[in-house]
C-alpha cells in the first residue's frame, strides 16, 4: 500500500464547477500537510498547507481528519487555469527523517 | 530570486554512461533534496541531505550518489546509467524539514529530463 494515496484522475470539469480531491495516509506519525500543484513538464509548487482546522485561501479549502488520516482539497468556481496536477503531500516526522511523501497526484482538467 | 537552480535542463545519455546533475539553492536553507517523477509513480525521494555534511537514502536510492558540497549545492551522480534511470529528476530544499510540526514546503528546481538510450 502507497503511504499517500489519491483519487485516480483525470476529474474533467466545466468551469464554475466545484471540484474535490480526496487523499488518505498510511503512516500515523504524519507530522504536517499540503497540497501542491504541478503545471504540465513544471515543477510542483507549493499550494497550500493543511491544518486541522481546516483553512481557506480564496476559492480553495483543505480539509484534514487525523482520525481518520484523511485529507481534502475542495476547488470552487473552477477556472481554466486551475487545470494541472494536484499533488497531496504529507511530512514525516523527525525521527523519521522529516521527509516528505508525494501521492501520485490526480489530474484536473477544466474544460470552457 | 532565483531559488532552486538545476543543471542541465535536459540529457540523452548512453547506457553505462556517467553524468552528475547539479543542484544549488541561494534560500540558505539547510536541507535538500533529490527525487524522481515518473508517470503514475509520483515523486519519489532517491536521496537527502538533513544538514551540510550529511546525506541520507530516500526510498530508490540504488544507482545514485550524492554529494552535499556545502549549504548551497547538492549534487547527484549516476555512475553507470540504466534505461530504467529515465526520468525527470527534481532538486527541492526546505529551510527546517527536521523540525516537528514545522509547516514548511518544500521549494523545487525546475527539473532535468534524463533519457538513458
Known amino acids: 500500500r502507497k503511504e499517500v494515496e489519491q483519487d485516480p484522475g483525470p476529474f474533467n470539469v466545466p468551469e464554475g464547477a466545484t471540484v474535490a480531491f480526496n487523499c488518505t495516509y498510511s503512516n500515523s506519525a504524519s507530522q504536517s500537510f499540503f497540497w501542491y500543484r504541478q503545471d504540465c513538464r513544471k515543477e510542483p509548487k507549493l499550494l497550500m498547507s493543511v491544518y486541522s482546522s481546516g483553512n481557506e485561501d480564496g476559492r480553495f479549502t483543505a480539509q484534514l481528519n487525523r482520525a481518520s488520516q484523511y485529507i481534502s482539497l475542495l476547488i470552487r468556481d473552477s477556472k481554466l487555469s486551475d487545470s494541472a496536477t494536484y499533488l497531496c503531500?504529507?511530512?514525516?516526522?523527525?525521527?523519521?527523517?522529516?521527509?516528505?511523501?508525494f501521492g501520485q497526484g490526480t489530474e484536473l482538467s477544466v474544460k470552457p | 530570486n532565483a531559488g532552486v537552480t538545476q543543471t542541465p535542463k535536459f540529457q540523452v545519455l548512453k547506457t553505462g554512461q556517467s553524468m552528475t546533475l547539479q543542484c544549488a539553492q541561494d534560500m540558505n536553507h539547510n536541507s535538500m533534496y533529490w527525487y524522481r517523477q515518473d508517470p503514475g509513480m509520483g515523486l519519489r525521494l532517491i536521496y537527502y541531505?538533513?544538514?551540510?555534511?550529511?546525506?541520507d537514502k530516500g526510498e530508490v536510492p540504488n544507482g545514485y550518489n550524492v554529494s552535499r558540497l556545502n549549504k548551497r549545492e547538492f549534487s547527484l551522480r549516476l555512475e553507470s546509467a540504466a534505461p530504467s534511470q529515465t526520468s525527470v529528476y527534481f532538486c527541492a530544499s526546505s529551510e527546517s524539514p527536521l523540525y516537528d510540526r514545522a509547516n514548511y514546503g518544500y521549494t523545487f528546481g525546475s527539473g532535468t529530463r534524463l533519457t538513458v538510450v
Open positions: 503531500v504529507v511530512k514525516v516526522s523527525r525521527n523519521q527523517g522529516g521527509k516528505l511523501i
Open positions: 541531505s538533513a544538514s551540510e555534511g550529511t546525506t
